[in-house]
């Protein structure tokens, strides 16, 4: 395949990955991939993400908190985040969200940092990469309340909610970024749903190393495997596997618009 997948969201400071940098790096360049979004989701991690991305050309970095470490950064705030964020190399903010399958945090600090993310995200117009688990009716009404107060980019990532959150999350002008998961055989909901993301709004990643697609499926998951995950996207929507890539990537591109800088 020609280089032009991208991996919008991956780990690779991650055990799993972590020790084969090169390796992982270079077998996804011999899958496709044009572009890895390195995700951050601690502080502490920050200056590894943002080293790695200087490591290599095409992989580019983020700086957040997730949900579940919400409870572990009492004090982080917008500043911090606007801060790092100058880094050419730091393309999102992220990945923040509300996680109450886990409840790892506290809800109300998940939600204090979310919306110091959400303020990030707009005074940098980087885009905002959402982690939502069993929280529906408190991401969107964050996300409507957040957009209100000033337009911000954003992306729901890993996408496994329902259609309602995908429709709501779209109406705020939201992208859609889908894993591995789509292609478990349990997934069927998530597959109907795949069916409807409209073509410029979705994204591909693989959020590795965790959800290796089928047919890796059990492995440990790297950014190489983003293109099992186009192929089964474009049979679901009876596109071309090289247009899927196409489309996706340069839907990646608008979005991270450091990307391309
Ligand atoms: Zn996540
Ligand atoms: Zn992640």
Request: glycine letters at 6%; a negative charge.
């Amino acid at each position: 395949m020609q280089a032009m997948l991208i991996d919008s969201h991956c780990h690779l400071n991650y055990p799993g990955l972590v020790e084969d940098e090169d390796g992982v790096v270079e077998r996804a360049r011999a899958a496709g991939v044009s572009a890895m979004i390195s995700i951050s989701t601690r502080e502490r991690e920050w200056d590894d993400v943002i080293a790695g991305a200087e490591r290599h050309a095409d992989v580019f970095a983020t700086v957040g908190i997730h949900p579940h470490e919400a409870d572990q950064h009492p004090d982080i705030d917008t500043a911090k985040l606007v801060d790092r964020a100058q880094h050419p190399k730091v393309v999102g903010i992220g990945e923040t969200g509300l996680d109450y399958f886990y409840d790892k945090s506290d809800r109300n600090q998940q939600r204090k940092s979310f919306y110091a993310h959400i303020s990030a995200s707009r005074q940098t117009g980087l885009p905002l990469i959402v982690h939502t688990r069993d929280a529906e009716d408190d991401t969107i009404d964050m996300l409507r309340q957040g957009s209100r107060d000033g337009a911000f980019p954003m992306v729901i990532h890993c996408f496994t909610g329902s259609r309602r959150l995908a429709e709501a999350c779209l109406d705020l002008g939201a992208y859609i970024s889908l894993s591995g998961i789509v292609t478990f055989k349990n997934a069927r909901e998530l597959q109907e749903t795949a069916r409807i993301i409209p073509t410029d709004r979705l994204l591909i990643e693989t959020d590795s190393p965790f959800l290796a697609p089928v047919p890796m499926r059990g492995k440990v998951c790297e950014p190489a495997y983003v293109a099992h995950t186009a192929s089964f996207l474009a049979k679901l929507r009876e596109t071309d596997v090289q247009e899927l890539a196409a489309t996706t990537a340069s839907n990646a591109r608008k979005l991270f618009t450091r990307l391309s800088a």
